[in-house]
């Protein structure tokens, strides 16, 4: 196998789908922020306070529980703007990131964006809403691949955005290693579990 096909966001052949986690929020529930701080999420000044919720991604079977899917919202707001009255690209893709972002928790622990990859198919103009809906296509070992599609001002309004993503499944260490010390504190890590994560 080459280099480029090991790190391509086609979903190998040998992947799987596994069900949401047993603690996972269900089909309709409100997914919580990740970390009170996140600019994606939480309801914080300068973020993009976008609201997700677990879909429901039956699949051909129908079967409950096969399949993960997220829906999520996002005002385009004033200060979003790049073009005149339009999106910034990367607001698009912050957008696509967060919604892609919650999916995997939904099956295992935390996950970082390894790779992001997004077609911008129409503009977005301020003051609309943006749509998205992101599913799990496959997981191999721990890498994640998630796809999704952005739609305006209703779930089954014009298309305005696709993309494709990797995640791939970090433990707790990831954070404590590399997060600033005080912003792990804000949410309980203990200057001592930060100091023995980074030896
Ligand atoms: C107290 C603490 C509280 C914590 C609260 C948690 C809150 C949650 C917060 C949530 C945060 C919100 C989310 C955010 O905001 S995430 C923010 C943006 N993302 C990042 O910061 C991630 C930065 N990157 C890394 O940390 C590392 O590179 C990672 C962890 C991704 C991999 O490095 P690691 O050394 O671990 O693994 P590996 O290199 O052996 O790779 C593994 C596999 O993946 C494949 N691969 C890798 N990269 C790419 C690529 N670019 N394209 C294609 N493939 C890629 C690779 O080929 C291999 O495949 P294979 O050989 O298995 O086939």
Redesign the pocket.
Known sequence: MTQAS??SLDVPADATIPSRHPKAPGVGERIPP??PACRGCADVPGGIHMESWVDDDRGEGGDPGVGVAVRSRMAVTDDMQGGPGLIHGGYLMAAF?ECL?SVAPLVTR?C????LETDFRAPVPVGTTLWLRARLDGV????YFVSAEARLDSEDGPLVGTARA?F?Q?D?Q???RHGRAED?EA???SAEQIRAARG
């Open positions: 090991a790190r990740h970390n990131d972002g935390s970082v964006t390894a790779r191999l070992r721990r890498k990797l791939v970090v707790l990831h954070f404590l792990l949410i309980g890590a």
